[in-house]
């Protein structure tokens, strides 16, 4: 790819050690947290980023009529892929009316007690087959990828027993076989408590039958740590016996109330702590302080017109931030693009922060900068020599217009390890 107007390159050196610029509360200078080429190129060989620079440096050494695939940017943005490091996307069922039902003011919360939200999409999901499954997230994978996805985290959760929590998580595999996305499987068998189960007892059952049987086809283990559903000490428990079966944790935390799941993670040096829309500034100090990724979802909180998370808390506290979509039949958006916009408008981003976020900052969320943590290669995130060749082409003269444009993609095409992936 050569003569882009505009290369992101990824985020600008010494601006990784946790002192952003823009954690002071003031909305970051756009240049100073992106590496940007102007007239940039970067070669990929074997499905790696070996080279980026400036067109005329990169074009002497891979001349673009030897390459197999040559894109002229010119005119355009080339960036990193998104890493939507936060989604739900294997689940059958429409919940559509519960869209009507909060709009007249019925509280999420409420909407799943009476066995309605999460349980509802249990009960479709636990009907639908693997082929009608399989079929559901293919597409939605062919979506998110249209909006600039290239690797996506798909957790379980709409099963909820052992068999059929298996059988998402084998549904994942097979979409990460099939597509070219990058699909990162997730194992949530505690994302809510079964009807007619104690929650003492559930906790047991996914400790000891769900965990054995799913955790060769997980890379993490999440839980839903929020009042009404699983307690800190529930959280632990799944966490802990997650990692003994080598899931990484990852924590639904400080949702809707203020848990302490976010002290959890630090703890348990967690991967990443997801909401987080009731964190305090201490809580942002020790996440920061043990490496967890905070990861906001400003989707969920548009869908439920709450407010939004604070990034600067976490900024401020030295952390990098991610941005994802949440996908789910509660925030029916599949596409990174919006979920910018959104972190810009709704949690007051830069346009360059929030493509850092939907970037650098969730390949982090998926431990990309783990070694122990193999199926999210290093550098994911980011077009440095050695990242995987996963890159966006936007039909737009600069990053900026992915959250500015909005209601409208200007991705034009993407690889994957340097395959042509879209269009
Ligand atoms: O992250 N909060 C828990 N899980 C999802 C919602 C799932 C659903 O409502 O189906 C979330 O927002
Ligand atoms: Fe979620």
Known sequence: IYGASELVVGPAAGTT??????????????????????????????????????????????????????????????????????????????????????????????ILAEGGGILRTVRATRDATDKEL??????????????????????????????????????VGQAAERHPVRVIPTFMGAHAVPEGESTADYVDRVIE????????????????????????????????????????????????????????????????????????????????????????????????????????????????VAVATDFNPNCYAPGMEFALTLACVGMGLSPAEAVRAGTYGGGLALGASRTEIERVPAGCGTLREGAPGDLLVLDAPSHAHVPYRFDESVVERALIGGEPAYR
């Not at 200078?29 to 940039?40: F, H, K, M, Q, S």
């Not at 009316?97 to 019925?106: I, N, S, V």
């Not at 079966?245 to 348990?268: C, M, Q, V």
């Open 17 to 110: 050690d946790g002192s952003h610029p823009g954690a002071d509360g003031s909305p970051a200078d756009p240049d100073a947290v992106l590496e940007r080429i102007e007239d940039g190129a970067v070669a990929i060989a074997d499905g790696d980023v070996v080279a980026v620079g400036p067109t005329d440096e990169i074009v002497a050494e891979y001349p673009p009529e030897n390459a197999a695939v040559a894109i002229d940017a010119s005119g355009k943005t080339a960036l990193p892929g998104f890493v939507d490091s936060h989604t739900h996307a294997v689940f059958a069922g429409d919940r559509s009316d519960e869209f009507a039902a909060k709009l007249r003011g019925k509280p999420y919360q409420e």
């Open 134 to 171: 399989l079929e559901l997230l293919l597409d939605r994978l062919d979506t998110m990828l249209s909006f600039g996805a290239t690797t996506v985290e798909v957790k379980s959760g709409y099963g909820l027993d052992t068999e059929t929590e298996r059988r998402l998580l084998e549904v």
């Open 209 to 320: 039958d769900q965990l054995p049987s799913v955790a060769a086809h997980a890379v993490f283990c999440d839980i839903f740590c929020e009042e009404d559903v699983f307690s800190v000490e529930d959280s632990r428990r799944v966490l802990t016996a997650g990692r003994e079966h080598g899931l990484e944790p990852k924590i639904h935390a400080e949702e809707f109330a203020h848990l302490g799941g976010s002290r959890l993670a630090a703890e348990l040096n967690a991967v990443s702590a997801d909401h987080l829309l009731q964190a305090t500034e201490s809580d942002a100090a020790a996440i920061a302080d043990a490496g967890v990724v905070p990861t906001l979802l400003p989707g969920t909180a548009f869908a439920l017109g709450t407010e939004y998370a604070q990034p600067r808390q976490f900024l401020a506290a030295g952390s990098e």
